[in-house]
C-alpha cells in the first residue's frame, strides 16, 4: 500500500510563489502516474496537474497552465510548483497516484494523501 504524504503549503501573496511535495512510501514509486488535485470550500475536487510514470508528460488543466509546473524530484518525490499565484487558487492541494495513466478524474486514482492548504491573500 503506497502511502503519500504532501508538504509546502501555506499563506501568501497574490503574484507569489510556492512549491508543494509529495513523498511516497516506497521507491517502486515512479511506476506510477500521479497527480495534483484541489478543492476549495463548498467545490468539486478537481485535476490541476499530472505527469506519467517516469515524469516523460506532463498535463496541466487550463487555468494553471503557465504558472505551475510538475515534476518527478527523485523516486520517490513529485513537485508542484506554483507560480503567480492568485486568490482563486486557494484550496486544499492533495496529491494523488495511479497504476494507470495521468488522467484528470479523480475516481482514477488508488492513492491520495492527506492535502495541503495552500491560502492566496489578495
Known amino acids: 500500500q503506497v502511502q503519500l504524504v504532501e508538504s509546502g503549503g501555506g499563506l501568501v501573496q497574490a503574484g507569489g510563489s510556492l512549491r508543494l511535495s509529495c513523498a511516497a512510501s516506497?521507491?517502486?514509486?515512479?511506476?506510477?502516474?500521479m497527480a495534483w488535485f484541489r478543492q476549495a470550500p463548498g467545490k468539486e475536487r478537481t485535476f490541476v496537474a499530472g505527469?506519467?510514470?517516469?515524469?516523460?508528460?506532463t498535463y496541466y488543466a487550463d487555468s494553471v497552465k503557465g504558472r505551475f509546473t510538475i515534476s518527478r524530484d527523485n523516486v520517490n518525490t513529485v513537485s508542484l510548483q506554483m507560480n503567480d499565484l492568485k486568490p482563486e487558487d486557494t484550496a486544499v492541494y492533495y496529491c494523488?497516484?495511479?497504476?494507470?495513466?495521468?488522467?484528470?478524474?479523480?475516481?482514477?486514482?488508488?492513492?491520495w494523501g492527506q492535502g495541503t492548504q495552500v491560502t492566496v491573500s489578495s
Open positions: 494523488a497516484g495511479t497504476r494507470g495513466i495521468a488522467v484528470q478524474s479523480a475516481t482514477a486514482y488508488d492513492y
Open positions: 505527469i506519467s510514470n517516469y515524469g516523460r508528460t
Open positions: 516506497e521507491r517502486t514509486f515512479s511506476r506510477y502516474a
